[in-house]
């Protein structure tokens, strides 16, 4: 398969909908993308910023699904229902008690963001966007984690890019994951500041 380059190299700043401002009262995160764009390093960052939790999605897969992906299998939209499914149940969780949550989860279709928006109608988005041969090599060089380099391909091939309804950020990942989350904190600012003005 030939492979995709979803973004210059340089780091961007990122990308904000117009159409769906984000404040510092948006208290439901899910920091998304393909595998190997750093969702848990930025999601635990972005949480512990925010003072919300944090939680892994990866870890909420069934062995099942572990078990195909270890094995280079791409899961199908049913493999992923019972999780997403979890994920939102999660959401629901922690906007009841007005905890906040950040979760990490590859939400690559606008389908799986629908199912995770039941749990938090206000959630927000974090697409971590990347090339392929940088989260590719990522990939390669990282330790302990069941899900193979050569599923990349899938996960772009069905990827759909958030839209503009979609209350969506949208930030390159070859930026520091600090500096990802200190991009967006700065953006979440002046956005508050920007609804502060409207009538």
């Given at each position: 398969?030939?492979?995709?380059?979803?973004?210059?190299?340089r780091?961007?700043?990122?990308?904000?909908?117009?159409?769906?401002?984000?404040?510092?009262?948006?208290?439901?995160?899910?920091?998304?993308?393909?595998?190997?764009?750093?969702?848990?390093?930025?999601?635990?960052?972005?949480?512990?910023?925010?003072g919300?939790?944090?939680?892994?999605?990866?870890?909420?897969?069934s062995?099942?699904?572990?078990?195909?992906?270890?094995?280079?299998?791409?899961?199908?939209?049913?493999?992923?229902?019972?999780?997403?499914?979890?994920?939102?149940?999660?959401?629901?969780?922690?906007?009841?008690?007005?905890?906040?949550?950040?979760?990490?989860?590859?939400?690559?279709?606008r389908?799986?963001?629908?199912?995770?928006?039941q749990?938090?109608?206000?959630?927000?988005?974090?697409?971590?966007?990347?090339?392929?041969?940088?989260?590719?090599?990522?990939?390669?060089e990282?330790?302990?984690?069941?899900?193979?380099?050569?599923?990349?391909?899938?996960?772009f091939?069905?990827?759909e890019?958030?839209?503009?309804?979609?209350?969506?950020?949208?930030?390159?990942?070859?930026?520091?994951?600090?500096?990802?989350?200190?991009?967006?904190?700065?953006?979440?600012?002046?956005?508050?500041?920007?609804?502060?003005?409207?009538?």
């Amino acid at each position: 398969m030939k492979r995709k380059r979803m973004s210059s190299t340089r780091p961007v700043a990122p990308e904000w909908s117009e159409a769906s401002p984000v404040t510092m009262e948006s208290r439901a995160w899910v920091v998304m993308g393909v595998s190997g764009c750093g969702k848990s390093t930025v999601g635990r960052l972005l949480a512990g910023a925010l003072g919300v939790d944090f939680l892994e999605g990866d870890q909420l897969h069934s062995p099942q699904n572990i078990a195909r992906m270890a094995a280079g299998t791409a899961l199908t939209d049913e493999n992923r229902q019972e999780w997403l499914q979890t994920i939102s149940g999660a959401l629901v969780g922690a906007m009841a008690t007005g905890r906040g949550l950040v979760v990490s989860c590859s939400a690559l279709k606008r389908s799986y963001r629908d199912i995770l928006r039941q749990g938090a109608p206000e959630l927000r988005f974090v697409h971590l966007h990347g090339d392929y041969d940088l989260l590719a090599q990522r990939m390669a060089e990282r330790e302990g984690h069941y899900m193979p380099a050569s599923l990349l391909d899938s996960q772009f091939a069905i990827l759909e890019i958030p839209g503009p309804d979609e209350h969506a950020v949208t930030v390159d990942v070859a930026l520091a994951p600090e500096t990802i989350v200190q991009s967006i904190l700065s953006a979440v600012g002046q956005s508050a500041a920007a609804e502060s003005r409207l009538p």
